[in-house]
């Protein structure tokens, strides 16, 4: 995208001659309440935001009803949080210790599928399956629940205007907004807003659990940086420190999504598990990522890209990690534009 690079959020924007993805750096707008569902955010996405319903209650859990049966335990080591264990197979695990109680990380190098688009059945392969909150997690599979933890869903912007308008992101009295996403920016300035974020969002991970996932994606870690320097890198670890003790408690795992340049120290503090990077080859951002949590990373790169970033990684790191193609949309299989491959 010669624009600097200050922020991780990416769209793409195509030409009739070529497809380019563009990151946005740092820039914000503010849109009032009263405009904002007037205005049209026809920016293809880096992945589609799921349109989940929202209610007014703080722990609003995922409408799906949970699987009458959660996926089969497996065997494997205690280590603490921050460490990371390789292994010759895929289909162990290692174990984090929380603080209350252990949590199974994901298969290392456990064959991966991103289906925050769109939910389908996944090839038997696959041992670690992603998906939205609102969705229901697969049975016999690894399973990791996506929750837009920083920022608005845009459909969702009454709930939060409505219910919680002093928990959101303002500058001269207007909504601070990522743009290319038609979201709203959480407000992480202050402990108190923290705790007041973490009983809402705290909820939706109390549904991952009900629901039998295994382990959740809070996105949007790195909203500090769309901020305009209203928010810190620390304001948000700490808010995420809050999200990982809320998951833990739960017996989730937790990952950190993105964001390069959290230090290995900031990321034990704030208690990631794992990893999920999208287009770190890209970026050559990959080993800031396994320079943290080792194998324990789940890299996706994007097929309008062109196949040469997923060439690459396969070769310098798809025997260690489990590396993916996918489209950028992450559409269901089925639907003419879906892609996926893995190495």
């Not at 849109?31 to 929202?54: F, I, L, V």
């Not at 809050?242 to 017996?251: V, W």
């Not at 990522?289 to 690459?312: L, R």
């Not at 396969?314 to 193609?325: D, P, T």
Request: glycine residues 6%; proline residues 4%; charged residues 20%.
């Amino acid at each position: 995208m010669s624009i600097k690079r200050t922020s991780r959020r990416r769209v793409a924007v195509a030409s009739a001659s070529a497809l380019v993805v563009l990151l946005g750096v740092g820039s914000f707008t503010v849109a009032s309440a009263a405009n904002h569902g007037n205005r049209s955010h026809e920016h293809p996405k880096r992945h589609p935001k799921p349109t989940a319903t929202a209610t007014a209650s703080p722990s609003s859990t995922p409408t799906g009803e949970a699987p009458a049966t959660q996926a089969p335990a497996v065997t494997s080591t205690t280590t603490s949080a921050s460490a990371t264990t390789s292994t010759s197979t895929t289909t162990s695990t290692t174990t984090a210790s929380a603080a209350a109680g252990d949590v199974t990380l994901p298969p290392v190098n456990g064959q991966f599928d991103y289906q925050i688009g769109g939910a389908y059945t996944p090839v038997s392969s696959v041992k670690i399956v992603d998906r939205d909150r609102e969705s229901k997690p697969v049975s016999g599979k690894y399973n990791i629940c996506y929750v837009n933890s920083f920022q608005t869903q845009p459909s969702e912007a009454s709930f939060w205007t409505g219910s919680h308008d002093d928990l959101l992101l303002k500058k001269d009295g207007e909504y601070v907004e990522d743009s290319e996403w038609g979201e709203f920016l959480l407000d992480t300035s202050t402990a108190a807003k923290r705790t007041a974020l973490a009983d809402i969002v705290g909820g939706w991970i109390d549904g991952c659990a009900a629901a039998d996932f295994d382990a959740v994606e809070p996105d949007n870690l790195d909203t500090y940086t769309r901020s305009d320097d209203l928010l810190t890198k620390a304001d948000n670890l700490a808010f995420a420190k809050l999200l990982t003790q809320r998951a833990h408690d739960k017996g989730l795992a937790i990952a950190q999504k993105n964001t390069a340049d959290i230090t290995k120290s900031e990321a034990t503090t704030a208690g990631f598990d794992f990893a999920v990077a999208e287009e770190c080859q890209v970026w050559s951002e990959c080993g800031a990522y396994t320079n943290i949590y080792g194998d324990q990373v789940y890299e996706v790169e994007y097929t309008d890209n062109g196949k040469s970033a997923y060439t690459k990684a396969c070769a310098a790191q798809g025997k260690n990690i489990s590396v993916i193609l996918r489209d950028r949309n992450v559409v269901a299989s089925g639907n003419s534009k879906y892609y996926y491959e893995n190495c």
